[in-house]
């Protein structure tokens, strides 16, 4: 057997960089909260969400990940407490929800910058057609920016961590700088930031909760995201706690500072909070200062945008991988390159899909999101209760502390708000979002049957060619 090399690993301030750009990048793309909601429940929706959603879930994945500190995370979490069958929907389910996700990234990406350059607006300079699909500039745009960060995470986990770094004081910097100039607004102008709770005076209080929190979730999603990469951390039992928990503080900073401050522009006009949408902060930033904090805001939304897809192609390229690592998808799927140890082939199949997806508008899509995401969340609170029933002597280096009482608490909550979110989706949108991820679901456990008899007869001479902790087996190579 041939000595493979020892990839560079995720230390961690690259750690909490990443988990930044898989939750939030930013408070690019939160406006939408306040004109939903209002003013007054924008804000208590950030301060809350983080309690009942985003600290419950960063908790079992704090324990889950210290214990099961593996290429794959969550998969291997929920494969080992509920078994092959949940493990299989748990992987097959996020990697099919990615392909919708992953496209938005690149498409926001070109939505700044055509802020700055109309003509790189979709269908300005089409270049040719092929069936129903324009190949515009637009796209091409898209394709590079891909590209690029392909080969980014063609560098190993490592590189991802170090440019996200660079990338989050790029996009603090302009929201940082917003603050600044919002609160010395406020301060000058004794503009009441709160003095409107709802969005309308007609709405009620428990409806503007209830409108907002799918939207505040979406912003608080993604804690998971990178227990995919935990192979490729250094010592993820130490750091992968204590960067989940400054990343929680961070990012509702992130959110709450900027909103507050932006909230000076008052609620009409182009720029009032009535009228706020995903990238509206950059029109909030002309009104307050000039096109100076404009241009800075844009460009911290573009590097916002693009990080984000980099931090969640380290993530969600890792699933294949493992599915093909434990028998499910081609040997050929879990290619690691020689040199640096990525998954080249899984990494690379999964940008070109998500290119494909950039070619046509899936943002009716996106609702089915955070249900699959929920869907997902809750499969790993099952497992960890799972596992501390059937595997109490697991060494788990963080565990939840609290007992019982805490483990029954966080169930509550996140099904809890998971079933509201729910609730409230189905009531604003009908069963679109409710038969999109029936029908995910229905494809995926169709899926498993036929796969998993072909994974049976492939091993029937041995044990599976891949387990949470079959570290031994050498794996296929790519030179790169």
Same mark, same amino acid.
């Given at each position: 057997m041939t000595s493979l090399p020892s990839p560079r690993r995720v230390k961690l301030m690259p750690l909490v960089a990443l988990i930044f750009f898989s939750v939030s990048g930013g408070a690019y793309g939160i406006e939408g909260l306040f004109s939903t909601s209002g003013p007054g429940m924008g804000l208590l929706?950030?301060?809350?969400?983080?309690?009942?959603?985003?600290?419950?879930?960063?908790?079992?994945?704090?324990?889950?990940?210290?214990?099961?500190?593996?290429?794959?995370?969550?998969?291997?979490?929920?494969?080992?407490g509920l078994g092959d069958f949940w493990g299989f929907q748990q992987g097959v389910l996020r990697w099919l929800c990615s392909f919708v996700d992953m496209a938005v990234y690149p498409v926001l990406f070109t939505s700044y910058l055509q802020s700055m350059a109309a003509w790189v607006a979709p269908g300005q300079h089409v270049l040719f057609t092929v069936g129903h699909f324009a190949f515009d500039l637009n796209w091409f745009i898209c394709l590079a920016v891909i590209a690029v960060f392909t080969l980014v995470n063609l560098m190993g986990a490592a590189w991802?961590?170090?440019?996200?770094?660079?990338?989050?004081?790029?996009c603090l910097t302009p929201m940082l700088l917003l603050s600044v100039v919002g609160f010395a607004h406020l301060l000058t102008h004794g503009t009441d930031p709160v003095s409107t709770m709802t969005s309308a005076p007609d709405q009620s209080m428990w409806n503007a909760f209830g409108a907002g929190l799918f939207l505040a979730m979406w912003n608080y999603s993604g804690w998971d995201s990178v227990s995919?990469?935990?192979?490729?951390?250094?010592?993820?039992?130490?750091? !992968?706690?204590?960067?989940?928990?400054?990343?929680? &503080? /961070?990012?509702?900073? +992130? @959110?709450?500072?900027?909103?507050? *401050?932006?909230?000076?522009?008052?609620?009409?006009?182009?720029?009032?909070?009535?009228?706020?949408?995903?990238?509206?902060?950059?029109?909030?930033?002309?009104?307050?200062?000039?096109?100076?904090?404009?241009?800075?805001?844009?460009?911290?939304?573009?590097?916002?945008?693009?990080?984000?897809?980099?931090?969640? !192609?380290?993530?969600?390229?890792?699933?294949?991988? &493992? /599915?093909?690592?434990? +028998? @499910?998808?081609?040997?050929?799927? *879990?290619?690691?390159?020689a040199r640096r140890q990525v998954p080249v082939v899984s990494i690379v199949g999964s940008s070109v899909i998500y290119a494909l997806f950039c070619l046509s508008s899936f943002s009716n899509l996106i609702i089915v999101d955070v249900f699959l995401t929920n869907i997902s969340l809750l499969l790993q609170v099952a497992a960890l209760i799972a596992l501390r029933v059937r595997e109490p002597e697991l060494e788990r280096p963080y565990r939840i502390p609290g007992g019982a009482l805490s483990l029954t608490l966080i169930t509550l909550s996140l099904t809890g708000v998971c079933a509201w979110a729910a609730w409230q989706q189905y009531a604003q949108n009908g069963t679109q979002a409710v038969t999109y991820c029936l029908f995910a679901v229905g494809a995926s456990t169709l899926l498993y049957f036929p796969l998993a008899w072909r994974r049976r007869r492939n091993t029937t001479a041995g044990p599976a060619s891949a387990t949470a902790t079959a570290d031994a087996r050498e794996p296929e190579t790519v030179a790169l």
């Open positions: 929706l950030i301060l809350v969400t983080p309690l009942i959603y985003s600290i419950p879930h960063a908790l079992v994945c704090a324990e889950l990940g210290t214990a099961i500190p593996v290429d794959g995370g969550f998969y291997h979490w929920v494969r080992r991802v961590g170090d440019s996200s770094v660079l990338f989050a004081i790029v995919t990469v935990a192979g490729e951390m250094e010592d993820p039992r130490r750091h !992968l706690p204590k960067a989940l928990a400054v990343s929680v &503080v /961070l990012i509702a900073v +992130g @959110y709450l500072l900027p909103a507050l *401050a932006s909230l000076a522009v008052g609620a009409n006009g182009p720029a009032g909070w009535r009228n706020w949408d995903s990238g509206s902060f950059s029109d909030v930033a002309k009104a307050l200062a000039g096109p100076w904090l404009q241009i800075t805001v844009t460009v911290g939304g573009m590097f916002a945008s693009v990080a984000m897809f980099s931090a969640l !192609l380290a993530s969600n390229a890792r699933l294949p991988f &493992v /599915l093909a690592e434990d +028998g @499910y998808f081609p040997q050929w799927v *879990a290619k690691r390159s």
